[in-house]
């Protein structure tokens, strides 16, 4: 696996693209065939929505399922492959499903089931839903130390770090997030490129990464999820990092 191989789950249905079922899944299907091996190609849905999934799925699916609700929907007709649940630990019984347990930084230390690992947030539509780079930092750090594979949500619409004048906050990059776990994997503080703006150092960084230590970030580092599958693929073009290839419009 490469620094940026199955990086990008599709969030789709969630905001604050909040695309309508169909739409979502056609872009799926799309993204699909396009293929990037920079998206994971597995759909993120809440499990308060598996009925209209059901209603709309035309083509097979990986699903990655948000428990919003109290408990596990009926699933056996579909391929989940993961469960994130928001800050509690769910049995998932005879599901052959990866758990993830969202947890805030300030809620660490702590440890998931064993098997399980843990989800951060990296944003949402207030300024207070963005952790400071220390406090992401320390996450990082407390699944590196701990060898607990984690997933990120929200937030991460760009590859580097940068302000948002609607919010007022500066956003989490995920390129600055890959590479902070490369620095924990490393031994070297990963605060330090959470915080960075400098876009040719970044891209110097994920360069210079050796695969020894990119295979155990990614590792670690399951997936994030994004609303948009076309930008972090431009971004990362744009960057130099991956190869050009076709991407898939949003408004599919």
Known sequence: MTLFDALVDDAGLFPPTALPMARALARHRADLAAGSPVLTHR?????????????????????????????????????????????????????KARLFVEVAPARLPFAP?????????????????????????????????????????????????????ALGVDRHGFLNLVLAVCAAVDGRDPVTVLGSTDVGELVRLAREVSGEVATRARRLLVSYGSCSTSTPIEDLRALGLIENAATVEENV
């Not at 097979?60 to 928001?86: A, K, N, Q, S």
């Not at 207030?126 to 407390?142: E, K, N, R």
């Not at 997933?151 to 590859?159: S, W």
């Open 43 to 95: 759909f993120l849905c809440a499990a308060s929505r598996i009925g209209e999934l059901r209603e709309h799925l035309d083509h097979p699916i990986r699903l990655g399922l948000v428990l919003d609700t109290p408990e596990l929907p009926p699933l056996d007709d579909l391929d989940v492959e993961l469960v994130e649940v928001p800050g509690r630990v769910v049995d998932l019984g005879d599901l």
């Open 113 to 165: 089931p064993p098997g399980a690992g843990l989800k951060v947030r990296c944003g949402g539509t207030v300024a207070t839903a963005f952790p400071s780079a220390q406090d992401l930092g320390a996450f990082i750090s407390h699944c590196v130390e701990r060898d607990i594979p984690f997933k990120a949500t929200a937030g991460l619409h760009n590859a580097v770090r940068h302000f948002d004048p």
